[in-house]
């Protein structure tokens, strides 16, 4: 089956009030994100891939132990990242968390605040390019993990609760390379928490 590029759910300067411009947004969704979905479709054309789900390719071409991973795992796994990503935040000022999702979020990290603390250590910490996750494990525990380049929680097992892209060209026309801010920015203003929640 062919991908394609996925529409955003709000304007392209709906979140231009809340740190994250047109133009990066212009820059990410319709030129990073698209070029994922292209070469996607390059490379999965007369393989066994060809008809298979995101989420099959993802898991598996999937390499555990690799130092590099194969073209069809990094494009498909990034157009699978990025689409999560622009779901899970939001233009509404309404950026209340039910409080299912706040339950959980004490229960497994002890409070909202530690939670927020070590997910932002997890993308500050990333060296290089990757994402930051709260996932929901094999257990049913929630847990914060980082990844590199375009590896998900999928390859894990795992079940993507909230993805903060950390690749610099998500932030740098913003907030340049004070990754921390961006982060912070990120957790405050621009996650649904909704969108989050219904993942669970």
Known sequence: MAFSLPGLPYAHDALASLGMSRETIEFHHDIHHKAYVDNSNKLIAGTEWETKSLEDIVTGTYQAGAAAQSGIFNNVSQHWNHALFWDIMGPGENKKMPGELEQALKQSFGSVEKFRDEFSAAGTGQFGSGWAWLVKDKDGSLKVTKTE??????????????????????????????RPAYLANFLEILVNWEAVASRL
């Not at 097992?157 to 932030?171: K, V």
């Open 149 to 178: 380049n375009g590896v998900n929680p999928l390859c894990f097992g795992q079940t993507a609760l909230l993805g903060c892209d950390i690749w610099e060209h998500s932030y740098y026309i913003d907030f340049r390379n004070r």
